[in-house]
Nanobody
Framework: QVQLVESGGGLVQPGGSLRLSCVLS????????MGWYRQVPGKQRELVAL???????DYADFVKGRFTLSRNSAQTTVFLQMNSLKTEDTAVFYC???????????????WGQGTQVTVSS
């Protein structure tokens, strides 16, 4: 059974930093993308940063220059370093992978349970 477990969220003052981690466990045949999304109540989940298997990383305009996505070489852990946090960054952050569970199977999205990030003075 595939599981994604996030950690690193919390309360931080504006201008501060947090580093989110997401650990993948379970059997996966192949991963095509790993990334982070966020959601605030009443709004749709939105992309923050996404890393594809070819090494490209795309960032939402609202985090460019402030957030950095990275992952380990085994693709079992993905990180999101968040600097210069703003109050409008307050949200639940979700880890996501797009993967095939077995050879020939369909690609599907897997999600973590989410971690709360609150930016407030």
């Amino acid at each position: 059974q595939v599981q994604l477990v996030e950690s690193g969220g919390g309360l931080v003052q504006p201008g501060g930093s947090l580093r989110l981690s997401c650990v993948l466990s379970g059997s996966i045949f192949s991963i095509s993308a790993m990334g982070w999304y966020r959601q605030v109540p009443g709004k749709q989940r939105e992309l923050v940063a996404l890393s594809t298997v070819d090494g490209n990383i795309d960032y939402a305009d609202f985090v460019k220059g402030r957030f950095t996505l990275s992952r380990n070489s085994a693709q079992t852990t993905v990180f999101l370093q968040m600097n210069s946090l703003k109050t409008e960054d307050t949200a639940v952050f979700y880890c996501n992978i797009r993967a095939k569970a077995f050879r020939g199977g369909p690609s599907r999205d897997y999600w973590g349970q989410g971690t709360q990030v609150t930016v407030s003075s």
